[in-house]
């Protein structure tokens, strides 16, 4: 996981958008799924994710909004909480519909469409991914 948040970083830095979207994805599923483990052991883990059809794949920013409401409710009680919400507000203040969104959620693959991604914006994805990683180090006393 922590390779998957190096190489979002090393892409981002090498300008490559698309390819720090691709590493972001998977550091962010792997995160969540900590941030939500972590959750479960301090309290009730149980969130409510919404698909829109009966074969959807959940989407990541449905996850991470769920998330950031449970944590929320609990971070004053926890080093290194106030910040995993933090790095998650700044992630779910982009827009859902943008197309970041809509490759992280797995919906865009097309390798031609890099130069619409905005490097603001996979920026932030990437400094919000970073930041949920050391806000969970500390969260779990790493």
Request: include cysteine; proline fraction near 3%.
């Amino acid at each position: 996981m922590k390779n998957y948040v190096l190489l979002a970083q090393q892409a981002l830095e090498n300008d490559e958008k698309r390819e720090a979207l691709r590493q972001a994805r998977p550091a962010l599923e792997s995160l969540t799924d900590r941030l939500w483990s972590w959750l479960g052991r301090r309290g009730d883990g149980r969130i409510d994710i919404k698909l829109s059809g009966p074969r959807s794949p959940w989407e990541l920013n449905n996850k991470c909004s769920k998330l950031r409401s449970a944590v929320e409710r609990i971070a004053a009680q926890h080093v290194g909480a106030p910040e995993a919400v933090a790095a998650l507000v700044r992630l779910l203040n982009i827009n859902g519909t943008s197309i970041e969104w809509g490759y992280l959620n797995g919906g865009v693959h097309d390798s031609q469409r890099d130069h619409e991604f905005d490097r603001s914006t996979v920026r932030t994805i990437i400094e919000s991914i970073v930041s949920l990683d050391t806000a969970l180090d500390r969260m779990q006393n790493r």
